[in-house]
């Protein structure tokens, strides 16, 4: 069984930076791509970005902003989002998947196996 727990999140204002880990419990962690959606209220689940053995990949509105990594070692995804901004404000959710897909279709939520309780991000203008 894996288990995804999201921490990290909070209140900031516009401008500044918090740090999102994902601790996954479960073998195999290495292999999986690990991605990151994030959900504002009313609206529908969206990709933020995802890594895996091919590289990373990120949302036109956060690319240049967050930066996705991953310990292995430790099991550990993370998320470190700069220039925050109002509308990144939302519930942040890791995932994970064991399958191999292309690039577009890891930005689908449905792609994920696995999935985080989410964790809240609020940035004030």
């Known amino acids: 069984q894996v288990q995804l727990v999201e921490s990290g999140g909070g209140a900031v204002q516009a401008g500044g930076s918090l740090r999102l880990s994902c601790a996954v419990s479960g073998r195999s962690f290495s292999t999986y791509t690990m991605g990151w959606f994030r959900q504002a209220p009313g609206k529908e689940r969206d990709f933020v970005a995802r890594?895996?053995?091919?590289?990373?990949d990120y949302a036109d509105s956060v690319k240049g902003r967050f930066t996705i990594s991953r310990d292995n070692a430790k099991n550990t995804l993370y998320l470190q989002m700069n220039s925050l901004k109002p509308e990144d404000t939302a519930v942040y959710y890791c995932?994970?998947?064991?399958?191999?897909?292309?690039?577009?279709?890891?930005?689908?939520?449905?792609?994920?196996?696995?999935w985080g309780q989410g964790t809240q991000v609020t940035v004030s203008s």
């Open positions: 995932a994970g998947t064991g399958t191999v897909s292309t690039a577009s279709y890891l930005r689908r939520s449905g792609s994920y196996r696995y």
């Open positions: 890594v895996n053995w091919s590289g990373d």
